[in-house]
């Protein structure tokens, strides 16, 4: 057992099992229902019937951010065996999330765990916190202290790049987290937007057709290979069969298997909507 404990939050969509084999805890943020009915994140499995539900609802379903108290239910243990801890989370330009974990480090601190708990804020989401997650997962396996596991992630950070298209902006707009891309509302073009996350949703290009944005996925996927980021990874909101495609035009890029390959959950497709198909990576050095 590592010195050193992973945290993170549900946004960070690792492939199934990678959370549990590695002993990383996971703390969820929040959907909610009609104003009233507040979920985990984590106990909504029957995505199929989250979707149905998006695609059809008069009101959109919210999401809220795990509480300080959830955090502080998190590290509480994790410190009582002695560890440090390392606690990496979606940006806080789309969530306050790295703000509740930050008061309770401080609320902890004050009880004399100083200097205890390293929380980053990833300034990305999805498959970008998962890059980040798995690069302090292989630091804290090294031996590293908390201080040196954070700037290693800062480190990968800076060599990460994600990309993402979406089917429509609506649901973005609906859900407030639009950022820069709202120059793009009102558009009389049917288009495909393309983004990243650098802290907020910020707006790459738009093409025409779900078929031109799956190859720009293809044409980024090659970028990174060339720049040397060959740590790879494809993610999918409800679109399996584009996502398995998108798979295998990348192993051919690549040559080898993916990093990540995974669904992102109800919280983010609550604000991006159904039919995301999104690529990343950085260098392998970072994770493996």
Known sequence: MSQVAVVTDSTSYLPEGVAEQNGVTVVPLYIVFGGNRTVPETEITDYE?????LRTAETLPTTSQPSVGDFRSA??????????????????????????ARQAKEALERDGNAGRIEVI???????????????????AREGLSAAQVAER???????????????????????????????????????????????EMTPVERVR????????????SKQRRDSGADAWCVQHINAPDQAAAL???????????????????????????PGLLGVGGLPQHFVR
């Open 247 to 273: 798979v295998e035009r990348c192993r051919e890029l690549f040559g080898h298997e993916p990093t990540i390959v995974s669904e992102i959950g109800p919280v983010l497709a609550a604000h991006t909507g």
């Open 49 to 53: 019937a989250f979707f149905d539900e």
């Open 153 to 199: 992630v800062a480190e990968a950070r800076a060599e990460l790049k994600m990309w993402f298209a979406v089917d429509t902006l609506e649901f973005l707009r609906r859900g407030g987290r639009i950022g820069a891309a709202s120059a793009w509302i009102g558009s009389t073009l049917k288009v495909k937007p393309i983004l990243t996350v650098e802290n």
């Open 209 to 220: 057709t779900s078929g031109r944005a799956f190859e720009r996925m293809v044409d980024y």
């Open 75 to 100: 590290y509480e243990p994790l410190l009582a065996e002695g560890r440090e801890i390392v606690s990496v989370h979606i940006s806080g330009g789309l969530s306050g999330t790295p703000e509740a």
């Open 121 to 139: 804020d990833s300034t990305t989401a999805a498959g970008g916190l998962g890059f980040m997650v798995l690069t302090a997962l292989k630091a």
